[in-house]
C-alpha cells in the first residue's frame, strides 16, 4: 500500500467516524414520523465498529467535514479524489438539512445526491409507453395500452401463497448465477426471503441478518420477483455489501464503504448497481423478462416525477396519485405504498437514487467489451462510487 493509499484510509476513518456521529446527532432529534422503517434506519446504515464523534450541534459537523473535504483534496487516485469531494459535499448538504435549513426539492435532489434533478419529460414518457405496447402486441395483446398491461399482469401474476416458494427458487437461481458469472465468493452466503405487510417499500434487504423482506401487499408478476431478486440480493444490496465486507476485512477497501449513507452522492450507483443486477448476470432469457425491462423503467421513472410533482410542483396526493395510476399502471396498495415513500421527508429525494443510478451504472455497462466486464464488476464493487465518477471508468 502506497503512502497515498495509507493517507486514503486514514482519512476514511476520520470520514466514518464524522458520519456516524451525524447519525448519532440526527437520532437524538428525530420527531418520529410513524414509519417506523424509515425512523429507525436514521442516516446510515453501518458495518463499522469504528465509534462515533459526539457532536452537540450541526456547526461542529461541518467544520469537521469541510476541513476533511480539504485534505482529500491531495489524494493521489483521481477517481477517489472526485468522489470524496462530491459525497463529503453531500453530507454536507445533508448537514445542513438536518439542521433545519430550508432547501427547494430541486436544490435538495441536486445538493444532496449529486443527479440531474429533472423529472422525466412527457415526450420520454410517452416514448416508454410506446415500447411497451409494442412489445405487449408482439406477444400477442389486444386493446389500449392499459388493457395490454392489465392482461399481461394477470397472466404472468404469483399467487400470493406461491411467493415465498417463487422467491426461493429465484434466489438460488439468482446467486449461482453470480457465484458463476461474478464473484465465487458469494458461494456461502444464504439469503431467507420473508413476506411482511404495511410496509412502505416493494421489498428490502437486510444483510445483517440475511434476509430479503418482499411486501405481500402488493401483487407482483414472476419477471417482477426476478428483478427484485437481483436488486436486493445477487447480484444486488447483498451481494454488494458482501463484497465490501470482504475488502474492509483484507484492508483493500476504505472503511468508508462500510456505510450506507442516505441522501448521498453514494445512494445512486449503489441503487445503480442493484437495478442492473439481471443484466450482469445475463439473466434476460424470455419475451416477459424484456416487457418487465420496459415496464420496470415505467415504474421507476414514475417515482421521480411523481416526488417532483409533490415538492416541487406542489400538486395534491389525489392528482400524484392519479398520475401513477395512468403513467405506471398503479393498482391502489401499490401507490399507497409509493407515497408513504414519497412524501417521508428523508426519502422523498432518495426516489431520484434507482432511475438516475441505473441510467449512470448502464451508459457505463452498455460500453464495457464482454473480456472487460470482471474488470468492471471490480471497479464498481469494490469502490465508493458517485453517478459521476462511475463514468471515469476505463
Given at each position: ?18 458520519v ?16 417506523a ?20 450541534n ?15 483534496l ?73 388493457e395490454k ?21 429465484l ?40 434476509k ?8 407482483f ?20 455489501m ?31 448497481i ?45 392528482e ?41 451504472v448502464?451508459?457505463v ?15 464498481i464493487?469494490?469502490r ?11
Amino acid at each position: 500500500m502506497t503512502s497515498m493509499e495509507k493517507t486514503d484510509h486514514r482519512l476514511a476513518v476520520e470520514y466514518t467516524r464524522i458520519v456516524l456521529g451525524m447519525d448519532q446527532l440526527y437520532r437524538s432529534k428525530l420527531v418520529k414520523t410513524g414509519e417506523a422503517l424509515f425512523d429507525n434506519e436514521g442516516l446510515t446504515y453501518s458495518l463499522s465498529d469504528e465509534h462515533p464523534i459526539t457532536y452537540s450541534n450541526w456547526s461542529d459537523v461541518k467544520e469537521d467535514l469541510n476541513y476533511l473535504r480539504l485534505r482529500y483534496l491531495d489524494i493521489e487516485n483521481e477517481v477517489r479524489r472526485n468522489y470524496m469531494q462530491q459525497q463529503i459535499g453531500s453530507v454536507l448538504c445533508l448537514a445542513d438539512w438536518c439542521a433545519g435549513v430550508q432547501l427547494p426539492f430541486r436544490d435538495k435532489v441536486r445538493g444532496l445526491l449529486y443527479v440531474n434533478e429533472n423529472p422525466l419529460s412527457q415526450a420520454e414518457r410517452g416514448e416508454l409507453h410506446r415500447r411497451l405496447d409494442v412489445a405487449l402486441a408482439g406477444r400477442g395483446y389486444k386493446g389500449s395500452l392499459h388493457e395490454k398491461v392489465q392482461a399481461w399482469e394477470a397472466e404472468r401474476r404469483v399467487p400470493v401463497a406461491e411467493l415465498e416458494t417463487v422467491l426461493k427458487e429465484l434466489l438460488a437461481v439468482a446467486k449461482q448465477r453470480v457465484v458463476d458469472r461474478m464473484f465465487p465468493q458469494m458461494a456461502d452466503v444464504e439469503v431467507v426471503p420473508e413476506i411482511v405487510h404495511d410496509f412502505p417499500f416493494n421489498a428490502y434487504c437486510d444483510y445483517v441478518n440475511g434476509k430479503m423482506y418482499l411486501n405481500g401487499d402488493i401483487p407482483f408478476t414472476y419477471e417482477g420477483l426476478k428483478h427484485l431478486v437481483t436488486h436486493e440480493c445477487f447480484p444486488g444490496h447483498t451481494t454488494h455489501m458482501r463484497f465490501r465486507e470482504l475488502g474492509m476485512q483484507s484492508g483493500d477497501i476504505p472503511i468508508d464503504a462500510s456505510m450506507v449513507v442516505v441522501n448521498t452522492a453514494s445512494s445512486s450507483v449503489f441503487e445503480g448497481i442493484a437495478d442492473n443486477g439481471i443484466y450482469f448476470i445475463d439473466w434476460l432469457e424470455t419475451e416477459d423478462d424484456h416487457i418487465y425491462q420496459i415496464y420496470q423503467q415505467i415504474r421507476s421513472t414514475s417515482g421521480m416525477n411523481a416526488a417532483h410533482m409533490l415538492h416541487a410542483e406542489r400538486k395534491p396526493e389525489q392528482e400524484v396519485a392519479q398520475f401513477l395510476a395512468e403513467y405506471a399502471f398503479g393498482e391502489e396498495n401499490w401507490i399507497a405504498s409509493r407515497l408513504r415513500f414519497f412524501t417521508h421527508p428523508l426519502r422523498s429525494p432518495f426516489i431520484y437514487t434507482y432511475w438516475r443510478g441505473n441510467e449512470a451504472v448502464k451508459q457505463v455497462y452498455e460500453r464495457v467489451a464482454p473480456e472487460d466486464r470482471q474488470r468492471f464488476f471490480q471497479f464498481i464493487y469494490s469502490r465508493m462510487l458517485s453517478a459521476d465518477t462511475v463514468k471515469q471508468f476505463v
